[in-house]
């Protein structure tokens, strides 16, 4: 069993910063992708970003690319989510999402979720 937990939600202005993270813990090892998925008032859940445990490229929808950067910390199984230069349309529930395979784009690919954290953003 995994549990995540997220933290670091809260609100903030057009253009501004916030920074979210994600807490791994319990089999960790048996994980391969970790991801951050984000779902909006009345809207479904949408894939954000995705990073490998093992090493490689991380991957961005493109609504996000270039402003948004997933990390990850080995030392403290924690996978960061760097949010810049945010926009209105950026307000959502985030969720981390931890699979056991190479995961994609769709939430169902994930085994386990956090409990998701708010990003408002004002315009």
């Known amino acids: 069993q995994v549990t995540l937990v997220e933290s670091g939600g809260g609100t903030a202005q057009a253009g501004g910063s916030l920074r979210l993270s994600c807490a791994a813990s319990g089999r960790i090892v048996s994980l391969y992708t970790m991801a951050w998925f984000r779902q909006a008032p009345g809207k479904e859940r949408e894939f954000a970003a995705r990073?490998?445990?093992?090493?490689?490229?991380?991957y961005y929808v493109d609504a996000v690319k270039g402003r948004f950067t997933i990390s990850r910390d080995d030392a403290k199984n924690t996978v960061n989510l760097q949010m810049n230069n945010l926009k209105p349309d950026d307000t959502a529930v985030y969720y981390c999402?931890?699979?056991?395979?190479?995961?994609?784009?769709?939430?169902?690919?994930?085994?386990?979720w956090g409990q998701g954290t708010q990003v408002t953003v004002s315009s």
């Open positions: 999402a931890a699979g056991r395979r190479v995961g994609g784009v769709a939430p169902k690919e994930y085994e386990y």
């Open positions: 990073i490998f445990w093992g090493g490689g490229s991380p």
